[in-house]
Structures are given as C-alpha cells and as structure tokens.
C-alpha cells in the first residue's frame, strides 16, 4: 500500500473526535481481516458520508436513507458490502448522542433496507453468463502452456506425484483381457496348437 493511501486512511481515525475515530479504526480492522473491499477506504469513505447525511437530514428520515443507498449503488456494492455498512451504521448510531438530530427514525430505516438485502436470494444464484465455458477452456489452455515453468518450480517428488496424476488423461488405461465364457483358452488347452509354449514350430 502507498504512503499516500496510508495517510488517506488514517485520516478517517484521527480526528479531533475520539468517538468517532474509535469506530472508524474498528470499522478499518474489520474491512482488512474480512476482506469483502478491494478498497478498503472505500466502506470508510460510505460510512462517513452516511453520518454527514444523516446529520444533514435530521427532519427527513427517509430522504437521508434513500441518499445513503443512491450512495452505496452509486459504488457497485455487492449484497454483503451493503450488509457491512448498515452494521457498522446501526452500530455507531445506537451508541452516539447526536447534538442536533434524532436519529431514531433513520436507524429503523436503516434496519428495514438491511432485512430487505437479507431476505434477497444469494448471489452466487445469478445465471452463468454465456461463455463460460470457452472462458474456462481458455484458462485451461493457458495453464497448461505454463506447465513446464510450473514444473521448474517443483522438486522431484512433486513433479513426480503430479505426473501419476495425469498420466491417465494422457495414456489409455492398460486392462487384463479374460476369455469369454465357453472359449477355449488356446494357450494352455490346445496341445496341438503352434502356440504351445513346448512345440518348436520352426
């Protein structure tokens, strides 16, 4: 991570305002063990323009929650990323006195958009977009142009364990052929046969 981006971070912590930079620090951890931001100013930077909102529509409860959503789509959220900030919103609205504004009635907004995402199928259910298939074969493809460089990084154990694995991809399987039923075995039967293991048939 850049200097720069490490100072814009920490900007969002260190205030003069130490209820809040306790929250924005705590919000920061989260983000980072969780994983869910590519980014991870970006659930700061919608955490703190949701306070600014709600602050700055204290008579309008429902406009401030419908500018905190425009907000989030407005950023591509997935399901779970919007999920994270109404956690962290509800978290820090239950535990903050507001000077000049209620925010009772945004809280319980808050929380009804929140059981509306909740109650949304997962979205590992969304259609396979056409494709996937060539797109898959692709990679594939291209992996196995990368085998001999992969190998290279490899000791001979591993190379070897590897090799057993696709050798039958490679090679067809080697079966035992058996005599039907009621067929003669000729190798060992026939005694007159010219296969018989004691008859020089030259």
């Known amino acids: 991570m850049k200097k720069t981006e490490i ?3 920490e900007g969002y912590f260190k205030t003069d305002n130490e209820h809040w930079n306790e929250y924005a620090f705590d919000m920061l951890c989260e983000t980072i063990q969780e994983g869910q931001f590519e980014n991870p100013g970006i659930p700061l930077k919608l955490f703190n323009s949701a306070i600014d909102i709600i602050t700055g529509h204290s008579e309008s409860p429902l406009k401030a929650a419908n500018s ?33 504004a209620d925010p009772s009635q945004i809280k319980e907004l808050i929380q009804s958009q929140a059981e509306v995402l909740k109650n949304q199928k997962p979205e590992y ?15 594939v493809q291209l992996e196995i142009e990368k085998l001999p460089k992969t190998f290279e990084d490899l ?3 591993q190379r070897l364990n590897i090799l057993c694995k696709l050798i039958p991809y490679v090679l067809p399987k ?29």
């Open 7 to 9: 100072q814009a971070l």
């Open 68 to 100: 905190i959503s425009r907000e989030m789509e407005d950023h591509n959220l997935s399901v779970s990323q919007k999920l994270f900030i109404y956690k962290w919103l509800e978290k820090y609205i239950k535990w903050t006195k507001f000077e000049d």
């Open 125 to 139: 259910n969304k259609p396979l977009v056409k494709g996937i298939r060539e797109s898959l074969k692709d990679l």
């Open 155 to 157: 000791d001979t154990m």
């Open 174 to 202: 080697v079966e035992a052929v058996h005599s039907e039923k009621d067929e003669p075995d000729r190798m060992s039967n026939n005694k007159d046969s010219p296969f018989d293991w004691g008859m020089n048939v030259l």
